[in-house]
């Protein structure tokens, strides 16, 4: 049986991490309260939306246009009072269109920095696949250690720096596959669908009512927590307790991908490192100081989908990441 761990072992949290514990609810409960109010539904990816952001990684959104997602990461981002930039991604975009260049001030007679607009705090990468390898390159440095490296010099990033990208499902023409090691940089990778026909009623309700997406002033958008107390929360995941089992089934499943004969190249261990600081990010969102194997599971498609490469039977059996992860959490025993 998996315990709390001031049960289990007797010694409380410390009370700084119990304060944060009981903060993070209120402000997942703050900011989602914002937000619905130019969102419809898509509660499971509000949440991981800001799992992602207090786990302190970035987040892959694929889903058909015209269901939210570049509404929600705006509505979040106005909710948080952060910095917000969207990059249209084109086959003929540039690095230095995302980084920035040295431009020449005729007047002073010198070179000044025209930083790009990945100096930002929330960055949307739109339609990220439809931009060449070299370009979405430019983005490594920038989510795996939050820094930039631009004519010689080393910029650092805030330390909320997100990067949200997102690509359509369906369309292949003129898109460029995500390299191997910038999917693996994403903490998770969502899968927005459908509304529901009662969410699509309500939101059909509200256009016609003067709801204006591209107008978050309008629906009342407002400012629910600031980034620092969203910042703050990341260190409640220290205080956030992982029982040996739930860390022992963690690791089972990562290394079940990797011998699994349906999969060609499985979940590394920066796949395990992740799905460990997710799982943390969601108790404490949830207001709990433990994991359970509910928050692994719940969050094993999010955080290994995008990371396996299917064997060629596989693909020509037609089976899906989905449909593989699904046969390994079968396989791998839960903790009691």
Do not use: W
């Amino acid at each position: 049986m998996i315990h709390p761990p001031s049960a289990a072992s007797g010694n409380p949290l410390p009370p700084e991490g119990a304060q944060l514990i009981d903060a993070a609810a209120r402000v997942r409960e703050a900011v989602l309260a914002e937000v619905r109010k130019a969102v419809v539904g898509q509660d499971e990816t509000l949440d991981l939306l800001l799992c992602g952001i207090v786990a302190g990684g970035h987040v892959l959104l694929e889903g058909v246009p015209g269901v939210a997602k570049t509404l929600m990461v705006r509505a979040v981002a106005r909710a948080i009072a952060a910095r917000f930039k969207r990059i249209q991604f084109t086959p003929d975009l540039m690095p230095a269109d995302i980084l920035g260049t040295s431009v020449f001030d005729l007047r002073q007679n010198v070179f000044s920095l025209a930083k790009g607009p990945i100096f930002t705090d929330l960055l949307l990468a739109d339609e990220i696949n439809r931009a060449p390898a070299k370009t979405q390159a430019a983005l490594l440095e920038a989510m795996q250690e939050r820094t930039v490296s631009l004519e010689g010099a080393h910029h650092t990033l805030p330390s909320i720096f997100t990067v949200f990208a997102t690509q359509n499902p369906v369309e292949s023409e003129g898109t460029y596959p995500l390299p191997e090691a910038q999917l693996d940089r994403f903490l998770l990778k969502i899968e927005v669908g459908y509304p529901a026909p009662d969410e699509e009623d309500a939101i059909l309700e509200m256009v016609d009512k003067g709801f204006d997406a591209g107008n978050l002033d309008r629906a009342g958008v407002g400012q629910a927590v600031s980034i620092e107390q969203l910042v703050a929360l990341r260190g409640a995941l220290s205080a956030v307790a992982v029982e040996r089992p739930v860390r022992d089934y963690l690791r089972k499943i990562v290394s079940a991908t990797r011998a699994s004969p349906r999969v060609r190249l499985g979940a590394g261990p920066r796949a395990a490192v992740h799905l460990l600081l997710a799982s943390k990010a969601l108790a404490v969102l949830m207001g709990r100081a433990f994991v359970t194997p509910d928050d692994v599971r719940r969050l094993v498609g999010p955080v290994l989908r995008h990371r396996l490469l299917l064997s060629p039977d596989a693909e020509i059996d037609g089976a899906t990441p989905h449909e593989v992860l699904e046969e390994i959490l079968q396989s791998v025993e839960v903790p009691r």
